[in-house]
């Protein structure tokens, strides 16, 4: 069946430096991807989506790119801080509802001082 | 305005007990999502409901689990005769008006039911 997959389930980091968390779906008619940010202990929090119609888009000092030809996805944390730290899920949704989100498993993300 | 708001934040059952969990959505929001998660896992559809309506249960157990969502008052997910294997964190979503189809969801801090 569909899935979305991780490449690396921890990731570790400088501080300052930039973040790069990778993601591999497999349904080509995804309509949206989104990430999610899970703080220990809190409900996901939403970051940042994009329609499958476009390769990047750009947030506050997050950038997701999509790459349909090898159906991967990814997220760029700029000049990580501290507060990033949080396991990072990313997910597809076929539309029509939300009953058709599928999460990955995540990546943690560690900050180191 | 409040973000969703959920309760019990941990609730404690014993085999074979009953579990009620409540969801209250963000004001404005009329579409209610549960989701399931075990520890170090992503999470797991349930169910999808808007006022008085299930409108996809396909994530949920056959038996045991039932959701509602009642004209007035919040949304409540009910396990019966909870087992070990249900301990879990329960989450509700809501999403706003015209962006379900985008997966941009709303998540409250979820439930952490255990079993022992």
């Known amino acids: 069946g569909e899935s979305v997959g991780l490449h690396l389930p921890t990731l570790s980091v400088q501080e300052g430096d930039n973040s790069i968390i990778n993601c591999a779906y497999s349904?080509?008619?995804?309509?949206?991807f989104i990430w999610y940010k899970q703080e220990s202990g809190k409900g996901p929090q939403f970051i940042i989506d994009i329609r499958s119609n476009m390769d990047k888009r750009q947030g506050q000092r997050v950038t997701v790119l999509l790459n349909k030809t090898v159906k991967h996805l990814s997220l760029q944390i700029a000049a990580t801080q501290p507060g990033d730290s949080a396991v990072y899920f990313c997910a597809e949704s076929l539309g029509s509802s939300a009953s058709k989100i599928i999460f990955g498993s995540g990546t943690r993300l560690s900050i180191r001082p | 305005n409040a973000g969703v708001m959920q309760n019990p934040r941990h609730l404690v059952r014993r085999r074979g007990q009953e579990a009620r969990l409540r969801c209250s959505p963000m004001?404005?929001?009329?579409?209610v999502y549960w989701y399931r998660q075990l520890p170090e896992e992503g999470l797991k559809f349930m169910v999808y409901l808007q006022k008085e309506n299930i409108i996809d249960e396909s994530g949920m157990p056959k038996e045991r689990f039932s959701a509602e969502f009642p004209k007035e008052g919040p949304s409540i997910l009910r396990i019966q005769q909870v087992v070990r294997g249900d301990s879990a964190a329960y989450f509700c979503?809501?999403?706003?008006?015209?962006?379900?189809?985008?997966?941009?969801?709303?998540f409250g801090e979820g439930s952490r039911l255990t079993v022992l």
């Open positions: 979503a809501s999403s706003p008006p015209g962006r379900m189809n985008t997966g941009e969801l709303f």
């Open positions: 349904n080509s008619a995804s309509d949206y």
């Open positions: 004001k404005g929001h009329s579409h």
